[in-house]
């Protein structure tokens, strides 16, 4: 047993702070509060610390790393992520892998080798993750690739009864919901009548639908309505992923779709979002490009490019709809030596370096790697990102991938920025709500059980942190930072050497 003594308890349910004392027996809280423990106990000292529940990242890219126990996440404070996201799963894949690969792989950014035919497969496998509690969306890109590959068309009546089979068997496998990538191709082009039908399987069990919707920019508030629209008709959970206003002409749009979206909850319909606590995002280069040019895969985007008209049209509905300068959009990794240079440059600068436009330098970029690029790009304002983060319906995420260059300071620091420089510097959040927003809130969203609070016979999932160090100095020039304030880490009870993996973690 374990007896954590004069911790200044912030249990994840929003109730204020308190001092007491946790008794951990095995993977499973024995006892909380104010108690004389057994005689036979470790104990730990906590004055000073604050106790938490073990944080949730309720919108990961992972899905592979967590297998591999990476320790990123980890020494956030990390011990549950729900992977799965945006429409990528990496199962089922047992009809179309190499499809399901060339589909997933820029997101899901490890070799070429994994391949699970199933949810339970995946979710076998994921049990036995070593540093982290690991919990699946099922993705509805993934799905549409297994049953019709990469092809930009409705489904035939038959691949649809597919698609339906495939997800029935992974929410009885245990996936926690679907989830849809609408700006993603091949699920960009799913029809209404497709969502509504995944959706309603989804509903009828329970589940979750969490979606990276069509358009975050100038389309944001019809976005927001299709997707109420949708749970409306269907009864589905919704959880809006990374609602944010994209590009400085469309940052008013954000208070709409918040007005929407609170309007619903009134209504009735279970609705929330997500978001991380960060300017800029981070997704694959072909997101500039319009989606259609994106159907067939990359074999078929090579040929349109090819093509000097068809070439001339997609540069020109790009400049017509991208929402931000070049300058605001960075290169953040590629797979050929040749380009490894760029990394960290905005593509602005390598437009005027190679003495081309900058569209074209984006062809030049995807024909060159084979569409295996991605991007950060400057997105939002901070009033945005307070008036999101803070809203009631918010839970906080990493939203982060791993990428073969320079990821997003996000993977390093999400959470120890919540807490330091957001909660106790800038004063958007108290403790008590802060911790909320990763811990109970996330897990009452998702389903997940006895987890998210400090609760006897909940699941000892607890971080012990400093709350007047907690914080994160990973920026994007310097992503992979350490963050500060993180004392411990305890997952289903047993304590993680931190320090032994400090020195061995590094991301590619």
């Keep these: 047993m374990k007896h954590l003594k004069n911790a200044t308890i912030v249990d994840g349910s929003g109730a204020a702070p308190y001092r007491g004392d946790l008794l951990l027996d095995g993977a499973n809280i024995a006892g909380i509060g104010a108690f004389e423990p057994p005689a036979i106990v470790e104990t730990i000292d906590c004055a ?51 499809a399901v690969r060339q589909f997933a792989a820029e997101i899901l ?83 209404p009548e497709e969502l509504e039908r995944i959706c309603r399987l989804t509903a009828a069990r329970g589940r979750v639908h969490a979606t990276h919707m069509r358009n975050y920019g100038a389309r944001l508030v019809e976005s927001v309505d299709e997707q109420l629209d949708l749970a409306r008709r269907t009864g589905c959970r919704l959880q809006i992923s990374h609602l944010q206003a994209v590009g400085r002409a469309n940052w008013g749009l954000q208070q709409v ?16 979002y997500d978001g991380y606590p960060y300017l800029a995002g981070n997704t694959t280069l072909t997101q500039l490009l319009p989606q259609w040019t994106l159907d067939g895969g990359i074999e078929r985007l090579e040929a349109r490019l090819g093509d000097a008209d068809t070439r ?59 569409g295996k690029a991605t991007m950060l790009t400057f997105n939002q304002s901070e009033e945005n990102l307070r008036r999101a983060l803070t809203d009631p319906l918010a839970i906080v995420i990493t939203d982060g991938l791993y990428v073969p260059g320079r990821h997003h300071p996000r993977l390093h620091g999400t959470f120890p920025r919540l807490l330091g420089e957001l909660c106790r510097s800038r004063h958007w959040f108290t403790l008590a ?58 997952r289903n009870g047993e304590r993680l050497n931190l320090v032994q993996t400090v020195s061995s973690t590094h991301v590619n």
């Design 48 to 98: 000073g610390l604050v106790a938490a529940p073990g944080f949730i990242d309720a919108h990961s890219h992972s899905d592979l790393q967590v297998l591999e126990g990476r320790m990123e996440k980890a020494l956030q404070g990390v011990t549950a992520e729900v992977v799965g996201n945006c429409g990528f799963s990496p199962y089922p894949m047992a009809a179309r892998p190499e």
């Design 257 to 272: 779709a918040l007005e929407h979206i609170h309007q619903a909850a009134d209504e009735g319909i279970d609705v929330a």
């Design 433 to 490: 709500e802060a911790v909320h927003k990763v811990t109970g809130k996330p897990a009452a969203r998702f389903g997940i059980s006895h987890r998210g609070l400090l609760r006897e016979g909940y699941m000892a999932d607890i971080v012990l942190f400093d709350p007047e160090a907690i914080g994160s100095d990973a920026d994007y020039e310097n992503p992979e930072r350490l963050p500060a304030g993180i004392h411990a880490v305890f």
């Design 109 to 191: 950014c490890s070799d070429d080798q994994w391949n699970w035919p199933s949810a339970s497969t995946y979710l076998s496998a994921a049990s036995q993750a070593p540093a982290v509690n690991v919990y699946s969306l099922v993705g509805h890109g993934t799905l549409r690739v297994e049953v019709a590959g990469m092809e930009q068309r409705p489904l035939t009546p038959a691949e649809l009864d597919r698609m339906e089979q495939l997800l029935d068997e992974a929410l009885d496998a245990g996936a926690l919901g679907i989830s849809t990538g609408l700006m993603y191709a091949p699920g960009s082009s799913a029809p």
């Design 312 to 370: 001339a049209c997609i540069a020109a509905e790009m400049r017509a709809n991208i929402a931000f300068p070049w300058t605001d959009v960075y290169l953040t990794s590629v797979t050929s030596a040749q380009n490894k240079r760029l990394v960290g440059m905005n593509l602005a600068g390598i437009a005027e370096e190679r003495g081309k436009e900058p569209c074209e330098v984006v062809f030049e970029l995807l024909l060159e790697e084979r």
